[in-house]
């Protein structure tokens, strides 16, 4: 009896040692600039727990935007194996086809990210995004999830009261869907990576831009410099797709696949929940010092909400019309915000 239990936990053992040999280690590039609130966030609360609920088996690296490879060439690095994986802007690639730019910010549509994210879970947006990337990438790229985490604020060194106010703006914006909608308003919008935009604030190339999140905003720095953030956001949340390499996600098997999905859709609400606090908490901190540091937050009111999203709502019919999976988009978003009561 004595041998048979001695063999059982040298058996474990060996078992325990072949998996810990057989690591996956899956690299992924964000579209979040180094000392941003998201990126820290994330590093610090669940990266060990992705190691923990996989036994060891499954690590994952995350790194900031633009340290591997620029930001529009994520999808690529990850078919060739260069990323294991991305957690990037899906609008970045609408250059690709205009699905991205749709799928990437139905700006000025949802009230909330948890609405957005819903879509994407349960309304079919994940479903036409791994089909897109099947076109462009067939048989490479393996979508996890795919959603919002924040509700953008916006930032300018001007205020921006009303529609009326973009008119002549020069402004950041990712390409697609925003920049049309920018575009529609009167503004001149122009694509600028987000670890970039700091400089591009500071030195005039840009008047505004749709950046981030309240938290990240000011974690790098940009209510500083643009003094007249726009919050609650009136626009814009911006789509992040977390892809990962078709060949390390069959290595996973069913065991670390299913361990990866349930990280992903525990970890992303909870980054949005802390994010949104931090959010408040800021908000809140810049409005009670506002005479001292000049930062003035800007709160849209109903009405102007209401313009902007009758020109964004002639934006998404019109570019659903430029690609067939742009089009199914936009009628699978049209199903789902009939049925939530948004439309």
Same mark, same amino acid.
């Given at each position: 009896? *004595?041998?048979?239990?001695?063999?059982?936990?040298?058996?474990?053992?060996?078992?325990?040692t072949g998996a810990a040999s057989a690591q996956t280690v899956i690299k992924i590039q964000t579209g979040w600039a180094a000392g941003s609130f998201s990126l820290n966030y994330t590093n610090k609360n669940w990266v060990d727990k992705l190691e923990a609920m996989t036994y060891g088996n499954v690590k994952i690296d995350i790194r900031p935007s633009k340290t591997v490879v620029p930001h529009r060439e994520t999808p690529q690095a990850v078919a060739a194996g260069i990323l294991q994986g991305d957690m990037n802007a899906v609008a970045y690639f609408a250059g690709r086809?205009?699905?991205?730019?749709?799928?990437?910010?139905?700006?000025?549509?949802?009230?909330?990210?948890?609405?957005?994210?819903?879509?994407?879970?349960?309304?079919g947006g994940v479903d036409v995004l791994q089909q897109a990337w099947?076109?462009?990438?067939?048989? *490479?790229?393996?979508?996890?999830?795919?959603?919002?985490?924040? *509700?953008?604020?916006?930032?300018?060194?001007?205020?921006?009261?009303?529609?009326e106010d973009f008119k002549g703006l020069k402004l950041r914006s990712p390409e697609g869907m925003a920049a049309e909608v920018f575009r529609r308003v009167g503004a001149a919008p122009t694509s600028i990576p987000f670890p970039e935009l700091y400089t591009a604030l500071e030195k005039k190339v840009v008047d505004a831009a749709d950046a981030s999140s309240y938290?990240?905003?000011?974690?790098?720095?940009?209510? $500083?410099?643009? $003094?007249?953030?726009?919050?609650?956001?009136?626009?814009?949340?911006?789509?992040?797709?977390?892809?990962?390499?078709?060949q390390t996600w069959e290595k996973l098997g069913p065991q670390g696949q299913a361990a990866l999905e349930t990280w992903y859709y525990a970890m992303w609400p909870d980054v949005t929940r802390a994010t949104d606090l931090m959010d408040h908490e800021l908000v809140a901190k810049d409005m009670a010092e506002s005479s001292k540091s000049g930062i003035e937050v800007i709160n849209w009111s109903q009405g102007e909400r209401d313009k902007l999203r009758k020109i964004a709502q002639g934006a998404w019919e019109d570019i659903s019309k430029q690609s067939g999976l742009a089009k199914e988009a936009y009628d699978k978003y049209i199903t789902f915000m009939t049925k939530m009561g948004l439309l």
């Open positions: 009896m *004595k041998h048979l239990v001695f063999g059982a936990v040298v058996a474990a053992a060996v078992s325990l086809d205009p699905v991205f730019g749709m799928l990437g910010d139905l700006i000025a549509g949802f009230d909330t990210t948890e609405q957005n994210q819903m879509f994407f879970r349960f309304g099947d076109e462009q990438l067939p048989g *490479k790229i393996h979508v996890v999830g795919a959603g919002p985490f924040a *509700k953008e604020a916006f930032v300018s060194v001007t205020p921006i009261r009303t529609v938290t990240n905003n000011a974690s790098l720095g940009f209510n $500083k410099i643009a $003094k007249f953030p726009i919050y609650p956001g009136i626009h814009s949340m911006a789509v992040i797709q977390f892809v990962i390499n078709q």
